[in-house]
């Protein structure tokens, strides 16, 4: 039988199906570094506070490391029946130390370890996913470079609307990556908050320093109130929000890459090492990753409405609910950082099929919005206008032709103060051109909004012009 750490309580022991149900280690002995790292810290500030002697501090330190050496060796005895990686450690360590080992416990509960070990596993898994947006990012700037001229109908209802520049659609992206990095940026300021000294939920007795203990594992900040810092899980349903919104604008790259590489369109034709094939028809190159992606985006959605449900019922302080926050958590993690690491190989190979596009913008009536303008600058108000133009496109969808191919005279039956010049406005290249407002789709702005983003990248606009 195994002695655990609350059995003093209890004269008979746990079910077996009771410990099948509640053992959390098969999944969280994936936080045995900062539950090391955090135990360290503590028996150091136990130490330094005389709350422990020093000398005891130090032999819980060296244990402490030895454990962790022990498990990244592969060496560690995993006890299911020790519930969780906390007791686990705890359990090893008074095997290796004695009786100084039961004293690394003291002015602490599993609560606040608990919610510091996941506050600092998040932290460093945070940082690491701000780099691969950026990382995201830089391959998204690099395509948008080297295809800066290209122009492609761009849609609204999915139905061809006006003319854009490729590399403004892609700088779309951009945009929201950018917001994903930031939002993941902000969240670090709440993330980065020790919660240990709250113990079970209403502090310790202990002379306790809690600054010491967050400033060695780099927190700038402790808890405020202690049945708040057990009981907290907004940080990780921020993290499972922001997660969730960037699988999202995942989803919706994803959906326009497989549209894209179909027959039907065939802008781009996806990298190999990016598709599978079929198991029946030779032909096949299926869209699988961003498929899949699209898919995931769904599952990371779901881990963030669980922990909502979860959550939304719990009265103060710690329930022991909260042990199902680390599934969704390390589930979304590994999710939402494989998707992006997927989605910046693929941009980085992705072919780009400019002829395709170009035939694209032929039919749809993409620079009708033009007319429309132009007929404005000849003082004719716009919604006349735009039941003009309509006409006209009506006319000239009843004949087979674009608007271009209309006579003028044709033209003028619906549109009278067309003149000659209308036909300039009516080129593509000339629509795009035109689009000069902020934010919009001229090579000018496209060309600023790039570098911008280049300079904010660490990109060297010059180099990836060449």
């Known amino acids: 039988m195994v002695q655990k750490p609350w059995g003093g309580r209890f004269a008979g022991e746990t079910a077996k199906t009771v410990e099948d149900f509640t053992t959390s280690l098969s999944f969280d002995r994936r936080l045995y570094r900062q539950d090391i790292a955090v135990s360290i810290a503590h028996a150091r500030m136990l130490g330094r506070q005389g709350i422990i002697a020093p000398a005891g501090a130090e032999e819980l330190v060296r244990g402490l490391e030895e454990i962790r050496a022990e498990i990244e060796a592969g060496e560690f005895d995993f006890d299911p029946a020790l519930e969780d ?26 609560n606040d370890q608990v919610a510091l070990d996941v506050r600092l596993y998040l932290a460093a898994e945070v940082e690491i996913l701000i780099e691969a ?5 830089r391959a998204g700037a690099r395509l948008a470079r080297r295809h800066l001229d290209i122009i492609l109908p761009g849609y609204t209802h999915l139905q061809r609307a006006q003319p854009i520049l490729l590399a403004h659609h892609f700088l779309a992206y951009d945009e929201m990556w950018r ?19 709250a113990a079970a939920l209403a502090g310790t007795t202990f002379p306790i320093d809690p600054q010491f203990t967050a400033d060695q594992l780099g927190f700038p900040e402790v808890f405020r109130n202690s049945l708040d810092a057990v009981s907290d899980r ?22 326009e890459l497989i549209l894209w590489s179909s027959a039907e369109f065939g802008f781009v034709a996806l990298p190999d090492a990016y598709a599978t094939g079929s198991s029946i028809m030779p032909q096949k190159k299926n869209p699988d990753v961003p498929e899949l992606i699209r898919g995931k985006s769904g599952r990371v959605a779901g881990h963030l409405m669980g922990l909502l449900m979860t959550v939304k019922g719990l009265p103060l302080a710690y329930n022991r609910d909260l042990q199902e926050d680390k599934e969704a958590l390390f589930d979304t993690v590994d999710t939402v950082q494989a998707a992006v690491t997927l989605m910046t190989g693929l941009l980085e190979q992705l072919e780009v099929r400019p002829e395709k596009m170009a035939a694209a913008l032929k039919g749809g009536f993409l ?5 429309a303008d132009y007929l404005v600058t000849k003082g004719v108000a716009f919604r006349t206008a735009h039941e003009q133009v309509g006409q006209t496109v009506r006319h000239a969808e009843a004949q087979g032709k ?3 191919e209309l006579s003028l005279e044709e033209i003028r039956e619906f549109a009278p103060l067309a003149q000659a010049d209308l036909f300039d406005w009516l080129k593509v290249e000339n629509s795009v051109a035109r689009r000069q407002s902020p934010g919009g789709t001229a090579p000018e702005r496209v060309r600023e909004a790039l ?5 904010e990248l660490g990109l060297n606009p010059y180099e990836q012009k060449m």
């Open 451 to 455: 570098e911008r983003a280049e300079v």
């Open 179 to 197: 917001r994903d990095a930031l939002r993941l940026t902000e969240s670090l300021a709440r993330l980065k908050v020790s919660p240990l000294g």
């Open 402 to 404: 674009e608007l271009w």
């Open 367 to 371: 620079t009708a919005t033009d007319m």
């Open 85 to 110: 990686i906390h007791m686990a450690i705890e359990t090893r360590l008074i095997a290796k130390v004695g009786e100084v080992g039961r004293k690394l416990h003291t002015a602490r509960s599993r």
């Open 133 to 137: 947006l950026a990382e995201l990012r």
């Open 234 to 255: 907004d940080f990780l349903l921020e993290f499972l929000a922001q997660a969730a919104i960037i699988m999202v604008h995942l989803s919706r790259l994803s959906e």
